[in-house]
């Protein structure tokens, strides 16, 4: 067998140095499509991650007025636990607001100083198990959404004791349709870049073939079978894709390092994709790229199928 | 060997190129198919390659009927078959030597059977010393022999010759067709389409006169008209 793959390896080589500008063409074309099509993965998953940390905690923040009435607690708990999907109920009072406020805030002075403990609100804040029991504790408290003239908006409740209620569930909404629109039009760039690197691929083979039609004839009247003939042009177009696969998944470490690791001082708040998310990718990319080579050799090759 | 019984092809263009041709070839026999420019000759090379399929009729060589082997088993079909044509076909960018290894490379012979039967082969065909050589260093007759040394290197049982002197000068031709009787004395079976009429008449061996798609004579020992 060691001539046979020998021998296959050597012809692929040869179309590739044949073809060299072809060749280097089809495989930035692969790159490119393979990028995009893990960057929009991870993209997807970046978004993942946010609506996990946001959704994950979900928790409705009841403000209460000042003062709170003895009894307010109480009342208020009692009632919101007897609403299915609300975990727990757990009162912050103005310490524990406080601390949590200059935690939030740490080392930024000029909001810690100019703070006092006395303007932060108290609240309830609810653990929810579905985010869609929301509107339920909204219309329990007899809550109305009022815009503000910023643009803003939150509830005004009717209930006595309650503020307002922080609405979280309009910014969950606009982001997961940011997210879906994002995600998507990037990956619909990919595929379309996918296509155009399977077209890519599957002309440099053709071409590789037509330069090399005369050999190819020798070879069927010899009687070499038709795989003998295809395998090296398959082999080409399979390095080609996968060089472009290697490149593109070097290019979203690149990303990852420089991008948005240069993220994480930045904004802490914000949960980033790890190194893993990128490895976990690197099969996928892979495969899209084998995928590109198999569907690419079948189209360059239709017409040569023939005997 | 080779046995076309009520053979016609009829080309998509509704060219008729052969007509309810039959002709039996035993083993080892050496034949000419002669006749002018579009009398069929060519067709019925590519049908005994399976390069076309004829219309009606059966195509049997070596002992097997050509319409009812799949696509997949005609490559070892053409392995039992050397072919030669009046432009040799060579690479131009392998030597003597690989330009007929080529030909064993490529239906997987592995390598210690091509450095045995390469040098050997062409030896035979007179080219022993021009092993390293490229067909532009070469004449026509010796690009010739290299191409049958290609057509001969997998030791086919029929050699199917397609012009083959249409390009040499008369005693380039003579010499390689003393080659192909060489080859045709080994036991391998020999059709030749040509339209030399010198060296038909000077080999008398069987005579097959194609006109219009149509065998007008059929005749052993025989001459060009």
Same mark, same amino acid.
């Given at each position: ?9 050597r ?11 072809v ?13 995009l ?9 970046e978004?993942q991650l ?8 979900v928790?409705?923040q009841?403000?209460l007025?000042?003062p709170?009435?003895?009894g307010?607690?109480p ?14 109920v ?13 935690r ?13 403990c006395?303007?932060i609100?108290?609240s309830?804040?609810i653990?929810?198990?579905?985010v ?12 109305e959404?009022?815009?503000e ?5 939150h509830q ?7 503020r ?8 969950l ?7 879906r ?12 870049m ?5 077209g890519?691929?599957?002309?440099t083979?053709?071409m590789?073939?037509?330069a090399?039609?005369k050999?190819i ?13 295809r395998?090296?042009f398959?082999?080409e177009?399979?390095?080609?894709a996968m ?16 991008v ?9 708040w914000?949960?980033l ?5 990128v490895?976990?990718l690197?099969p996928w ?20 199928l023939d005997? | 060997?080779?046995?076309?019984q009520?053979?016609t ?27 002018p420019?579009g009398?069929?000759k060519?067709t019925?090379?590519r049908l005994?390659?399976?390069?076309e ?9 070596a002992g097997? %009927? ?16 050397g ?8 690479l131009?960018?392998k030597?003597?030597?690989? %330009?007929?290894s080529?030909?064993?490379e ?6 210690h ?9 062409? !030896?035979?065909?007179?080219l022993g ?7 532009d260093?070469?004449s026509g007759?010796e690009q ?7 057509a001969?290197? %997998?030791r086919?049982?029929v ?11 008369? %005693?380039?031709?003579?010499d ?6 060489k080859?045709n ?8 389409a ?6 038909v008449d ?6 097959? !006169?194609? !006109?219009?798609?149509?065998?007008v ?5 025989g001459?060009?008209?």
């Open positions: 067998m060691a001539p046979r793959i020998e021998y296959f390896f012809e692929t080589a040869a179309g590739l140095r044949r073809n060299g500008v060749a280097f063409a089809a495989m930035s074309t692969s790159f490119i499509a393979l990028f099509f893990g960057l929009s993965l991870l993209i997807a998953r978004f946010v609506t996990t940390r946001l959704t994950g905690n928790e409705v009841v403000y007025s000042d709170v009435n003895e307010t607690v009342r208020l708990t009692g009632k919101l636990l007897d609403i299915e999907g609300v975990a727990e757990q009162y912050w009072n103005r310490k524990k607001s406080c601390e949590q406020f200059r939030l805030f740490e080392g930024q002075p000029i909001f810690t100083e100019n703070t006092p006395s303007v609100p108290t309830l804040r653990r929810l198990s579905e869609a029991q929301f509107s339920q504790i909204t219309s329990l408290l007899g809550c959404v009022v815009l003239p910023d643009g803003d908006a005004q409740c009717a209930e006595p004791g309650v307002y209620v922080a609405d979280y569930q309009e910014l909404e606009r982001l997961d349709a940011l997210t629109v994002l995600s998507l039009s990037v990956f619909g760039i990919a595929v379309i996918l296509a155009s690197a399977i890519l691929v599957a002309n083979l053709r590789g073939m037509f090399r039609r050999e004839g020798i070879m069927r009247l010899v009687g070499a079978t038709n795989w003998r003939i395998v090296p398959l082999i177009g399979l390095v080609e060089l472009g696969a290697v490149t593109a998944i070097a290019g979203l470490f690149i990303v990852k390092v420089f948005v690791d240069n993220l994480r001082g930045t904004a802490p914000l949960p994709i790890k190194n893993s998310d490895v976990v690197m990319i892979l495969l899209a790229a084998a995928l590109v080579a198999i569907v690419a050799g079948t189209i360059g090759m239709r017409r040569f005997v | 060997m080779i046995s076309l009520r053979v092809k009829v080309y998509r263009n509704g060219v008729t190129a052969l007509e309810d041709v039959s002709v039996e070839i035993d083993k080892g026999e050496f034949v000419f198919v002669v006749g420019s009398s069929g060519s019925m090379i005994l390659l399976k390069q399929e004829a219309s009606r009729g059966d195509v049997f060589v097997k %009927n050509l319409s009812k082997i799949t696509s997949f088993k005609v490559p070892h079909l053409r392995r039992n078959i072919t030669v044509f009046q432009d040799y076909k060579l131009q960018d030597t003597v030597f690989e %330009n007929v080529f030909a064993l490529v239906i997987g012979k592995v390598k059977v091509i450095d045995q039967r390469v040098p050997e082969i062409l !030896e035979y065909v007179g010393d021009k092993l390293n050589a490229y067909p260093e070469l007759g010739q022999r290299v191409s049958i040394a290609r001969c290197v %997998n086919p049982l050699l199917l010759a397609d012009e083959p002197t249409g390009n040499l000068d008369p %005693n380039t031709s003579v390689i067709m003393r080659l192909l009787d080859v004395r080994i036991g391998t079976t020999v059709l030749m040509t339209h030399d009429q010198a060296i000077a080999m008398r061996k069987r005579v097959i !006169e194609l !006109e219009q798609g149509k065998v004579r059929d005749q052993s020992r001459v060009y008209s």
